[in-house]
């Protein structure tokens, strides 16, 4: 093993804060990575201050980080992928079981027993859980590494890991979604990406949004169309006519007024995770033969895939850079939405 410099919480209650620690060595199948950026996800923040207790208790210290680009470093014998020197990227998984008909159909995600990339039980019982990319490095079996495109801005490409296969994913499965009505509920971390892959894969893109003084923006990044989804007029004017419709907001909301908004079979899928259950109509659903369905991350083949989308249509997140001494105070700007749309952390920052 070796030591490793990096970003941990000590509670619930504590900040962030320096600490020192423990990484395997590079076994048989291994890569070793130089972590270059790591983005700052919402759920780095919820795992931090163990707000998800009910559902994934975190253990103490915890080192977060799942959008994770680097350099790689070091191989085991085994690896045939990469080679030292090369870019690589690490999203919310580090292991998972192989065997079961989720892995074998490169359906990681789903896995019973996947790995979590931090707070995840440790295989190699390096430490009690896996630590995350708020560190210098990081050795991941090489199934879960990932190539990135050489032509992209690496900061913007961390958090297509996380943010990004997260909307890429759902729109992707979907279908063929030229010329056809897509809209975007949200404009945030994972709304603006799906504005992005939506209009890449030629749809005709529609933001709703609260905010009338996000309209300019959603333009910018290549929606069609705003709604302000308080104005009852302009919800009216569109109600019935969408095709698709994903879902980003992780606050209470009703869903009923977006399942109105879609077509006969037109699907909204969720991939913002609200705390209360929400409340579905199951006549809005039942008339138009509508569907609400979920979605979460990728597995490799398909975040690969979307890397790869990515470098061919010249798309990464919009990121502010910070250092990782400003990470506390990134997470309480991201509790008000004052960021747009992604930190991305400079981890040469941490060798200072």
Same mark, same amino acid.
């Given at each position: 093993?070796?030591?490793?410099?990096?970003?941990?919480? =000590?509670?619930? %209650?504590?900040?962030?804060?320096? %600490?020192?620690?423990?990484?395997?060595? +590079?076994?048989?199948?291994?890569?070793?990575?130089?972590?270059?950026?790591?983005?700052?996800?919402?759920?780095?923040?919820?795992?931090?201050?163990? &707000?998800?207790?009910?559902?994934?208790?975190?253990?103490?210290?915890?080192?977060?980080?799942?959008?994770?680009?680097?350099?790689?470093?070091?191989?085991?014998?085994? *690896? +045939?992928?990469?080679?030292?020197?090369?870019?690589?990227?690490?999203?919310?998984?580090?292991?998972?079981?192989?065997?079961?008909?989720?892995?074998?159909?490169?359906?990681?995600?789903?896995?019973?027993?996947?790995?979590?990339?931090?707070?995840?039980?440790?295989?190699?019982?390096?430490?009690?859980?896996?630590?995350?990319?708020?560190?210098?490095?990081? $050795?991941?079996?090489?199934?879960?590494?990932?190539?990135?495109? %050489?032509?992209?801005?690496?900061? @913007? $490409?961390? #958090?297509?890991?996380?943010?990004?296969?997260?909307?890429?994913?759902?729109?992707?499965?979907?279908?063929?979604?030229?010329?056809?009505?897509?809209?975007?509920?949200?404009?945030?971390?994972?709304?603006?990406?799906?504005?992005?892959?939506?209009?890449?894969?030629? =749809?005709?893109?529609?933001?709703?949004?609260?905010? #009338?003084?996000?309209? &300019?923006?959603?333009?910018?990044?290549?929606?069609?169309?705003?709604?302000?989804?308080?104005?009852?007029?302009?919800?009216?004017?569109?109600?019935?006519?969408?095709?698709?419709?994903?879902? %980003?907001?992780?606050?209470?909301?009703?869903?009923?007024?977006?399942?109105?908004?879609?077509?006969?079979? @037109?699907?909204?899928?969720?991939?913002?995770? #609200?705390?209360?259950?929400?409340?579905?109509?199951?006549?809005?659903?039942?008339?138009?033969?509508?569907?609400?369905?979920?979605?979460?991350?990728?597995?490799?083949? &398909?975040?690969? &895939?979307?890397?790869?989308?990515?470098?061919?249509?010249?798309?990464?997140?919009?990121?502010?850079?910070? #250092?990782?001494?400003? *990470?506390?105070?990134?997470?309480?700007?991201?509790?008000?939405?004052? *960021?747009?749309?992604?930190?991305?952390?400079?981890?040469?920052?941490?060798?200072?």
């Amino acid at each position: 093993m070796y030591k490793a410099k990096a970003y941990s919480a =000590a509670s619930a %209650t504590s900040p962030l804060a320096s %600490t020192t620690i423990q990484r395997r060595d +590079t076994t048989d199948r291994d890569v070793q990575i130089e972590i270059l950026f790591c983005g700052i996800c919402h759920s780095d923040l919820h795992s931090v201050r163990d &707000e998800w207790h009910s559902i994934m208790p975190t253990v103490y210290p915890i080192v977060p980080g799942h959008e994770i680009v680097g350099r790689v470093t070091k191989v085991g014998p085994g *690896v +045939t992928k990469f080679k030292p020197g090369e870019l690589a990227a690490v999203g919310c998984l580090v292991d998972s079981d192989h065997t079961c008909p989720n892995c074998k159909d490169g359906l990681e995600q789903l896995c019973p027993n996947q790995t979590l990339t931090f707070n995840g039980t440790d295989k190699h019982q390096t430490a009690p859980v896996t630590y995350g990319g708020y560190s210098e490095s990081i $050795v991941v079996d090489e199934h879960f590494v990932l190539r990135v495109p %050489t032509n992209l801005n690496l900061a @913007g $490409v961390a #958090p297509l890991l996380c943010a990004g296969i997260t909307t890429y994913s759902p729109i992707r499965r979907w279908g063929d979604i030229t010329r056809k009505k897509v809209g975007v509920v949200g404009l945030g971390g994972l709304g603006h990406m799906g504005v992005k892959f939506a209009k890449a894969f030629g =749809a005709h893109v529609v933001v709703f949004t609260t905010s #009338p003084g996000k309209k &300019e923006d959603a333009l910018r990044l290549g929606a069609d169309e705003v709604i302000i989804s308080t104005n009852a007029k302009e919800m009216q004017q569109h109600a019935g006519s969408f095709n698709f419709i994903l879902d %980003t907001i992780a606050a209470d909301h009703d869903i009923n007024a977006y399942i109105n908004m879609l077509g006969r079979d @037109g699907n909204i899928t969720l991939v913002g995770a #609200p705390e209360t259950p929400l409340q579905v109509s199951a006549f809005a659903l039942l008339f138009g033969r509508r569907s609400l369905s979920g979605s979460i991350i990728g597995g490799i083949p &398909e975040t690969q &895939e979307m890397l790869d989308f990515c470098g061919a249509h010249n798309i990464t997140a919009d990121v502010e850079v910070i #250092p990782i001494q400003k *990470v506390n105070e990134a997470y309480e700007r991201m509790v008000r939405s004052d *960021v747009k749309y992604r930190f991305s952390i400079d981890m040469a920052s941490l060798k200072g």
